[in-house]
């Protein structure tokens, strides 16, 4: 799977517009089309982080596509101090 369909999947998921991820994960709307049209294929990874604490979704798995799509409670609450601060 890749990126463009990790982040249709949330949208669709969440029932989200492209502007509110935008917004959320403070990029342009242009940004997050570019995305989902397969024009970025790669997104940082503060950004995931951000689709993380917003959404629920594993930073692992949206970048990669790799593991748990979703993120335990648990997980969420133990994030390293180095994360907090990207966030």
Known sequence: MELKDRIRLIL??????????????????????????????NISEALALLIEQAYGYSAQWVLTGEGDCYVSKSNASDLSPAKKRLI
């Open 12 to 41: 669709d998921e969440k029932h989200i517009k492209q502007k509110d991820l935008a917004s959320t994960i403070k990029v342009t709307e242009s940004y997050v089309s570019n995305i989902l049209k397969g024009k970025r294929c």
